[in-house]
């Protein structure tokens, strides 16, 4: 997984006409930059533009993860689960809407087609062989669990960048994705159940860029 320093400088507005071609790290396609009068320097617009692309791309992947156990869960629960993975499918798709906008009043380039998601994100895939709601439970509780943790680091990057409105929306997105996760382990807690807190990104990448 991953995390990344920012720059705090900031510059002037910018009004210019010209488009910039950015690669991103840790395997993003390049997305264009566009001119913005933000007051955000361009280091830490770009910055949180690839954060945000890499939050992007776990959103998309986990929204279809919701909606495919949604469609194939079995067993003796199937109906009130069958519901709560289509809610998670939908809270997953006003994420995407809202880190895509933030993305775009940036000056970025939302890279949220499917293809991309999947080929980027960093979320394992679902099983195919799942067919009970404890399975799909159990899978989509750790998926949101490992987004839940990086949205955390996210968090603290962009606050350090003073990028503070995109760490607002990830807080907001966070506290979302956690009653989510709750909601999911809530069917596999018991008074004997002990779990292992979750790490995010691995430390070894900390200081690598989006």
């Known amino acids: 997984m991953y995390n990344q320093n920012q720059s705090q400088q900031q510059q002037p507005r910018q009004t210019g006409a010209t488009q910039q071609q950015t690669t991103a790290q840790g395997g993003q396609p390049a997305a264009q930059q566009f001119p913005t009068r933000s007051y955000l320097s361009q280091n830490v617009r770009t910055a949180s533009i690839q954060r945000l692309n890499r939050c992007l791309a776990d959103s998309i992947v986990l929204q279809s993860q919701a909606k495919y156990a949604h469609w194939n869960v079995k067993g003796l629960h199937f109906f009130p689960l069958h ?104 069917h596999l807690q018991g008074p004997t159940v002990q779990n292992e807190p979750v790490q995010g990104r691995s430390q070894t990448t900390q200081t690598s860029q989006r």
């Open 83 to 186: 519901e709560l993975f289509d809610e998670i499918a939908e809270e997953f798709e006003d994420h995407i809407d809202e880190i895509a906008e933030r993305i775009t009043s940036l000056g970025g380039q939302a890279i949220g087609s499917t293809y991309t998601a999947a080929s980027t994100s960093n979320i394992p895939p679902l099983s195919t062989s799942a067919v009970t709601g404890v399975e799909f439970i159990e899978m989509l509780a750790d998926r949101i669990a490992m987004h839940d943790a990086n949205l955390s680091q996210d968090i603290q990057a962009a606050t350090q960048s003073g990028d503070v409105d995109t760490a607002d929306l990830l807080n907001e997105i966070s506290r979302e994705v956690g009653e989510k996760r709750w909601f999911l382990e809530a």
